[in-house]
């Protein structure tokens, strides 16, 4: 069932909404969104679906997650398209906040997530998780959802605010939705839309070179030698890699020699676009 989506912009009108569902009975979960919405977010509405009632989705635009010199007023924004297509795929209600409302005069708070945030996009983006764990946290205790829905294309993030719920003991589960790829393997991403004609062609190769690393270290072959040709394909397809790494899918360890299940992890820019990814070891069918 698919019906129109009603846009609330306070912290006041979005608890009022939820608890009277809750009131009646019925389960709610989240997906956050920062808008831009693809497939990938629309995927995560249709899975919020089965494991609730009700579907809540956010769009903010979170500053604080963003460092000095990246894309935040450039960040791909259009509330009413936005909102049609979380309607189509489930979303009854919209939580649209301004920075005000999320960060009013005298701000002063920041969660902190430590471990889990220290390598991978940690090192590159040192503010980023930060910022991330500060708004998750937020949304999650404005809207008390039963269940709520993050990408695994943020994979690093997912763990993070795993662990966020459960140190600061928010009633929440936290579910990850499955990357959503294009035909060529690209997986789905606002940051996507930057990418030139050519860049666009040449991006589904991060893909393709992590998917077959996954397959050799699966097979036995070390993550050094894996990386290594995974290395020289990334940057023969024209990206300047940021990380390239294998670390355990639960704490982020960094693994080394052969292993049995692992996370390959990446992040490399084309052009002035940087582009993330990850897939299991031993790959998926
Ligand atoms: O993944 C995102 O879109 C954002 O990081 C999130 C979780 C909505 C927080 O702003």
């Known amino acids: 069932m698919t019906g ?18 809750h009131a009646d009975g019925e389960t709610v979960a989240m997906v956050p969104t920062m808008g831009a919405i693809h497939d990938g977010h629309m995927a995560l509405v249709r899975q919020a679906r089965t494991l609730a009632d009700r579907v809540v989705a956010s769009i903010f635009v979170n500053p604080l997650q963003f460092g000095q010199n990246e894309d935040f007023n ?5 509330e009413a398209r936005d909102a049609a297509l979380l309607a189509e795929a489930g979303a009854v209600l919209l939580f649209a906040p301004n920075a005000a409302e999320m960060y009013p005069d005298g701000f002063a708070t920041t ?21 991330v764990a500060t708004v998750v946290a937020k949304l999650l205790l404005q809207c008390g959802p039963d269940v709520a829905i993050f990408g695994e294309k943020d994979y ?3 763990l993070v605010i795993k662990r966020l719920v459960r140190d600061l003991d928010i009633p929440v589960e936290i579910v990850g939705g499955a ?19 050519k860049e666009r062609e040449a991006a589904p190769l991060l893909h393709t070179a992590i998917r077959q690393a996954a397959a050799e270290v699966a097979a036995g072959q070390t993550i050094e030698l894996a990386l290594e040709s995974a290395r020289a394909a990334i940057e023969a397809a024209g990206f300047r890699i940021d990380y390239l ?27 002035k676009t940087r582009l993330i990814d990850n897939v299991p070891v031993p790959p998926q069918a």
């Open 111 to 131: 969660v902190h997530v430590g471990g889990l945030t220290d390598g991978l996009c940690g090192t590159s983006r040192p503010t980023h998780f930060d910022g």
């Open 4 to 21: 129109p989506i009603e846009i609330v912009r306070t912290v006041a009108d979005l608890r009022a909404r939820v608890a009277g569902w």
């Open 179 to 197: 990357i959503v790829r294009e035909n060529d393997g690209l997986a789905l991403s606002s940051r996507n839309a930057y990418l030139s004609a």
């Open 245 to 271: 790494e294998v670390r355990d899918p639960k704490t982020l360890e960094l693994l080394s020699g052969t292993v049995g299940e692992a996370r390959i992890l990446v992040a490399a820019f084309l052009g």
């Open 156 to 158: 690093q993030q997912l």
């Open 74 to 78: 450039a960040y791909p924004r259009g």
